[in-house]
C-alpha cells in the first residue's frame, strides 16, 4: 500500500472515510480541484485525458494534466484503447504523478468508438492485460474507475475487479451504473456492495452522493473504502465540507468560508449563506487560477454558470458574459454578483 492509498477498512462504524472529488471532463482543472480539497475533499483527481495524445506529445493533452507543488497527491487519470499507449503515457506521466487512474467508466461515443473508457467492458480480458501491462511499466500505484458493465447482458464489474485485483491495481471506484444507462436511473448501491464484499483492495462508492445523508446511506449500504462525488461538486464543491459537518466529521467552524467570514455567520438567511459560500469559493477559485493556469476565460463561464445556478436573478451572469470582457473584469463581474445579496437585503 502506498502513503495514500489505505488498506480495505472493516465495518463502517460513523468513522471518517475519505471524500474523492470525480473527474470530471470540463469541470475538475487544477484550480477547481486546489479548490476542492480546501473545501473538505480528501482526493482530487484530473479529468480523464487521451493516452495516445499523450503519447504524440499533443500540447492540449499536457495541458489538462496540469498540477503545481500543493497538489498532493497528483493523479492524472488517463483513457484509451490501445494497451501499449495507455502504458506509454502511465509512464511519462508517472515521474511527476503519485498514482496513475484509468478510465473504463465513460460513455461518450467519441470515446466508446475507440473502445476505450467503458467500451472496454465488453473485452474484459483486453481490459485486464491493459491494466496488468501498465502496473509493470511503472513504480507508481495504479488505480482503475468503472461501470457496472456495459448494460447488454450481465454487469461484469465484480469480475473485474477480482481481476484487477490479481495484476495488482490498487484501488478500485465503481460508478453504479452500465455504460447503456449513462446518467439515467439510479446507482446501483447494492451491485458495488458485493464488489467491495469480494475483494480485498479497497472500493470507491460512486453515484448520487449528494450530501450527508446520502453519504451515509451509500457507506452503510456499501461498506465502501471511501466515496466519489461528481456532480452534486459542479459549481459546489463546498459540498465536501458540508457533507463533512453533516457526518460529524468535521466543525461548522472549521469550513473555510465561515472561518474567513467577517460578521455573524448565523445572522445571515439562508439565501445570504448560500451566496457568502459561492462567494467564498469563487473568489477563492480565481487566487488559485491566478496562480497556477491563469484566468482561462473559457473555464470561467463554465464555472461561473454553475457557481450560481439555482441562485435568485442569476440569469444576470449570463448577461455579464455576453459582452467582451478580459478573464479578470469577468471574474470580478461574477465575484460582485455573489456579493449582491447585500445590498439586496436577502
Ligand atoms: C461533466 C462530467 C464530466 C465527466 N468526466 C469524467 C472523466 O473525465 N472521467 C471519469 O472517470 N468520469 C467522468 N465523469 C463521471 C463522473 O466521474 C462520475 O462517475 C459520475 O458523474 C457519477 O457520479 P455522480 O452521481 O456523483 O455525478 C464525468 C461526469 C460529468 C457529469
Redesign the pocket.
Given at each position: 500500500m502506498s502513503q495514500y492509498i489505505s488498506a480495505k477498512p472493516g465495518e463502517w462504524d460513523g468513522e471518517e472515510r475519505p471524500l474523492f472529488l470525480?473527474?470530471?471532463?470540463?469541470?475538475?482543472d487544477l484550480p477547481f480541484r486546489l479548490l476542492a480539497k480546501e473545501c473538505g475533499a480528501d482526493f482530487t483527481?484530473?479529468?480523464?485525458?487521451n493516452s495516445t495524445a499523450l503519447t504524440r506529445e499533443a500540447a492540449r493533452s499536457w495541458s489538462r494534466m496540469e498540477t503545481c507543488e500543493e497538489e498532493d497527491p497528483f493523479i492524472p487519470?488517463i483513457?484509451g484503447g490501445v494497451a501499449e499507449d495507455m502504458a506509454r503515457a502511465a509512464e511519462m506521466l508517472s515521474s511527476n504523478a503519485d498514482i496513475i487512474?484509468l478510465?473504463?467508466?465513460?460513455p461518450a461515443p467519441k470515446v466508446t468508438k475507440i473502445c476505450a473508457?467503458a467500451a472496454l467492458m465488453a473485452e474484459p480480458e483486453s481490459l485486464v492485460d491493459m491494466c496488468a501491462q501498465i502496473v509493470d511499466r511503472i513504480d507508481i500505484p495504479v488505480t482503475a474507475?468503472m461501470?457496472l458493465g456495459t448494460g447488454k447482458g450481465e454487469n461484469n464489474a465484480l469480475e473485474i475487479c477480482k481481476e484487477l485485483e490479481n495484476v495488482g491495481v490498487q484501488r478500485l471506484?465503481i460508478?453504479?451504473?452500465t455504460l447503456k444507462q449513462r446518467?439515467s436511473g439510479e446507482?446501483d448501491w447494492d451491485y458495488i456492495a458485493n464488489a467491495v464484499q469480494a475483494v480485498e483492495v479497497p472500493v470507491i462508492a460512486?453515484?448520487?452522493?449528494?450530501d450527508g445523508a446520502s453519504a451515509s446511506a451509500c457507506l452503510l449500504q456499501t461498506q465502501a473504502a471511501g466515496l466519489?462525488?461528481?456532480?452534486?461538486?459542479?459549481g459546489r464543491p463546498s459540498i465536501f465540507g458540508e457533507m463533512k459537518v453533516e457526518l460529524g466529521w468535521m466543525d461548522t467552524n472549521q469550513l473555510p468560508w465561515i472561518e474567513h467570514f467577517e460578521g455573524n455567520w448565523n445572522s445571515l438567511s439562508e439565501v445570504g449563506q448560500q451566496f457568502e459560500t459561492r462567494r467564498w469559493c469563487w473568489d477563492r477559485y480565481i487566487e488559485l487560477a491566478a496562480e497556477t493556469t491563469g484566468l482561462n476565460l473559457k473555464n470561467l463561464r463554465g464555472h461561473a454558470v454553475s457557481f450560481t445556478r439555482g441562485l435568485p436573478s442569476a440569469k444576470k451572469i449570463r448577461s455579464i458574459m455576453h459582452g467582451k470582457v478580459s478573464g479578470e473584469e469577468f471574474a470580478q463581474a461574477t465575484s460582485d454578483f455573489l456579493s449582491s445579496y447585500k445590498e439586496l437585503k436577502l
Amino acid at each position: 500500500m502506498s502513503q495514500y492509498i489505505s488498506a480495505k477498512p472493516g465495518e463502517w462504524d460513523g468513522e471518517e472515510r475519505p471524500l474523492f472529488l470525480a473527474p470530471m471532463a470540463g469541470v475538475t482543472d487544477l484550480p477547481f480541484r486546489l479548490l476542492a480539497k480546501e473545501c473538505g475533499a480528501d482526493f482530487t483527481i484530473t479529468e480523464f485525458t487521451n493516452s495516445t495524445a499523450l503519447t504524440r506529445e499533443a500540447a492540449r493533452s499536457w495541458s489538462r494534466m496540469e498540477t503545481c507543488e500543493e497538489e498532493d497527491p497528483f493523479i492524472p487519470q488517463i483513457f484509451g484503447g490501445v494497451a501499449e499507449d495507455m502504458a506509454r503515457a502511465a509512464e511519462m506521466l508517472s515521474s511527476n504523478a503519485d498514482i496513475i487512474d484509468l478510465n473504463f467508466g465513460c460513455p461518450a461515443p467519441k470515446v466508446t468508438k475507440i473502445c476505450a473508457g467503458a467500451a472496454l467492458m465488453a473485452e474484459p480480458e483486453s481490459l485486464v492485460d491493459m491494466c496488468a501491462q501498465i502496473v509493470d511499466r511503472i513504480d507508481i500505484p495504479v488505480t482503475a474507475k468503472m461501470r457496472l458493465g456495459t448494460g447488454k447482458g450481465e454487469n461484469n464489474a465484480l469480475e473485474i475487479c477480482k481481476e484487477l485485483e490479481n495484476v495488482g491495481v490498487q484501488r478500485l471506484c465503481i460508478h453504479g451504473r452500465t455504460l447503456k444507462q449513462r446518467y439515467s436511473g439510479e446507482a446501483d448501491w447494492d451491485y458495488i456492495a458485493n464488489a467491495v464484499q469480494a475483494v480485498e483492495v479497497p472500493v470507491i462508492a460512486n453515484g448520487d452522493i449528494v450530501d450527508g445523508a446520502s453519504a451515509s446511506a451509500c457507506l452503510l449500504q456499501t461498506q465502501a473504502a471511501g466515496l466519489m462525488v461528481g456532480r452534486g461538486a459542479i459549481g459546489r464543491p463546498s459540498i465536501f465540507g458540508e457533507m463533512k459537518v453533516e457526518l460529524g466529521w468535521m466543525d461548522t467552524n472549521q469550513l473555510p468560508w465561515i472561518e474567513h467570514f467577517e460578521g455573524n455567520w448565523n445572522s445571515l438567511s439562508e439565501v445570504g449563506q448560500q451566496f457568502e459560500t459561492r462567494r467564498w469559493c469563487w473568489d477563492r477559485y480565481i487566487e488559485l487560477a491566478a496562480e497556477t493556469t491563469g484566468l482561462n476565460l473559457k473555464n470561467l463561464r463554465g464555472h461561473a454558470v454553475s457557481f450560481t445556478r439555482g441562485l435568485p436573478s442569476a440569469k444576470k451572469i449570463r448577461s455579464i458574459m455576453h459582452g467582451k470582457v478580459s478573464g479578470e473584469e469577468f471574474a470580478q463581474a461574477t465575484s460582485d454578483f455573489l456579493s449582491s445579496y447585500k445590498e439586496l437585503k436577502l
